[in-house]
């Protein structure tokens, strides 16, 4: 159902790969292919079908660990360009992009508890029958 707990986090996730697309334009560019962007849009899409397959658990947890390997990736790749601008890392004068990322992998990792103990409580009550 929408209004589980593990909806609102994974919705959070989705948050966080919306803001990293708004906030990281111009950003992890390799040749033509923009990197951000495009994992910004699969995250968001992965996302918002993981909260709409709520009758299908097993596939929520395949989506958000699917999210959590792009935003792990993403991590390496913003840690990447990060250490590659000019002048050292300096926090303020960079970007925060990195950080949307660990905050969404938090998030998933949250929600795929939630969906795991539905999952145990889901054949809990089918024992019973």
Do not use: H
């Amino acid at each position: 159902m929408l209004q589980r707990i593990q909806t609102i986090w994974t919705f959070l996730a989705v948050l966080a790969a919306a803001f990293l697309y708004v906030t990281g334009q111009d950003v992890a560019v390799f040749g033509n292919i923009p990197v951000l962007d495009i994992s910004c849009i699969v995250l968001v899409l992965a996302g918002l079908l993981s909260i709409f397959s709520f009758k299908n658990r097993k596939r929520q947890i395949l989506l958000n660990t699917v999210s959590i390997i792009i935003n792990v990736l993403l991590i390496g790749v913003l840690g990447y360009w990060l250490l590659n601008l000019s002048g050292g890392i300096q926090f303020p004068e960079k970007g925060i992009e990195p950080v949307f990322s660990l905050i969404a992998i938090i998030c998933l990792l949250i929600a795929n508890v939630y969906i795991r103990k539905d999952e145990r409580l889901v054949k809990s009550v089918d024992r019973l029958r």
